[in-house]
């Protein structure tokens, strides 16, 4: 596709419940990242794979969270045992280059998940 | 310890005249700086970005300014219009990632 192409749009689990977020990224970027927006704040950084090689899981919150290419294309962030706090927008961005940090991301719209 | 801080949530501002929006930061690692622009429900795009070699970048109605010394960075919109009426991001970097502030909803009226 043309952009970055993120599913479900919007997400509602039940609280202890696991939840999987797709990620397509643009056709041949290298770079992908997955940051977390609560509501009212930035995005905050959660994971960095560059192909299929996750080089920086600093972000991630807890144990419960688990993000994987396996073939340096499509992502998916994991969820598991959701709690209310993971209640966010989880965006998907991508890049063409590795390492290339001045070179603009590109944003999907986001998956909206909230936890009851 | 929030690294990058906007310190206006909002701000509202006449069409035609200019909309002044600004990030402070703390981490002197930080060499690279974008800021992005967020319409609901929508992801953030990429506006402008600047070096740190640089003090000022200008494109088209956006320019952003860039103070080393005092960590401090805007980027002012002139002449503001309807359709810039979004949440802006600032999002410096010194490595793989972006650090974003918490972003400052700019309203721009008719």
């Known amino acids: 596709g043309a952009g970055v192409s993120q599913s479900p749009r919007y997400k509602v689990a039940k609280r202890g419940q696991d939840v999987a977020l797709r990620c397509d990224p643009i056709?041949?970027?290298?770079?992908l990242f997955w940051y977390q927006q609560a509501l009212g704040q930035g995005p905050e950084f959660l994971t960095y794979?560059?192909?299929?090689?996750?080089?920086?899981k600093s972000g991630l919150p807890s144990d419960r969270f688990f993000a994987e290419r396996p073939e340096g294309s499509v992502s998916t962030l994991k969820i598991q045992r959701t709690q209310q706090e993971d209640s966010a927008v989880y965006l998907c961005?991508?890049?063409?280059?590795?390492?290339?940090?001045?070179?603009?991301?590109?944003f999907g719209e986001g998956s909206r998940l909230t936890v009851l | 310890d929030q690294q990058v801080k906007q310190n206006s949530p909002s701000l509202s501002v006449q069409e035609g005249r200019i909309s002044i929006l600004n990030c402070d930061y703390t981490n002197s690692m930080f060499d690279y700086f974008l800021w992005y622009k967020k319409y609901p429900a929508e992801g953030p795009t990429f506006l402008i970005s600047i070096s740190s070699i640089k003090d000022k970048n200008e494109d088209g109605r956006f320019t952003v300014f860039l103070n080393k010394s005092a960590k401090h960075l805007s980027l002012h919109i002139v002449p503001s219009q309807p359709g810039d009426s979004a949440v802006y991001f600032c999002?410096?970097?010194?490595?793989?990632?972006?650090?974003f502030g918490g972003g400052t909803r700019l309203m721009v009226k008719p």
């Open positions: 961005a991508s890049s063409l280059n590795a390492g290339d940090y001045t070179g603009e991301l590109f």
């Open positions: 056709s041949g970027h290298v770079s």
């Open positions: 794979f560059q192909n299929e090689a996750q080089l920086d």
């Open positions: 999002a410096p970097t010194g490595g793989n990632m972006l650090t």
